[in-house]
């Protein structure tokens, strides 16, 4: 099992940034896995935001592309989400995941909320 502990989430105004960052327990599933971001909005299905694999593609969700940038830190087990030109839309929980192996690992959760 891993723990995914997810920090960097609040409130800010239309157009500003955010960076939020996960840190898994176990270096293993974190090195092996592909790791990312999901987020879900009250009322909506959980999406897919952005993931980077092991060896660093990243792949972005078209209503992100351009704004959001996914990085990884192996040393650090450390993947983060910076957020740029953020919009009322954006608001949500965001979900750090690691896919490993057929194998969904979960963070609680961070809430961003996107207001003027």
């Known amino acids: 099992q891993v723990q995914l502990v997810e920090s960097g989430g609040g409130r800010v105004q239309p157009g500003g940034s955010l960076r939020l960052s996960c840190t898994a327990s176990?270096?293993?599933?974190?090195?092996?896995?592909?790791t990312g971001w999901y987020r879900q909005a009250p009322g909506k299905e959980r999406e897919l935001v952005a993931y980077?694999?092991?060896?660093?593609?990243?792949n972005y969700a078209e209503f992100v592309k351009d704004r959001f940038t996914v990085s990884r830190d192996n040393a650090k087990n450390t993947v983060a989400l910076q957020m740029n030109s953020l919009k009322a839309e954006d608001t949500a929980s965001y979900y750090c995941?690691?896919?490993?192996?057929?194998?969904?690992?979960w963070g609680q959760g961070t809430q961003v909320t996107v207001s003027s």
């Open positions: 980077i694999t092991p060896g660093g593609t990243t």
């Open positions: 995941n690691i896919q490993l192996s057929s194998r969904d690992f």
């Open positions: 176990t270096t293993v599933i974190f090195r092996l896995g592909t």
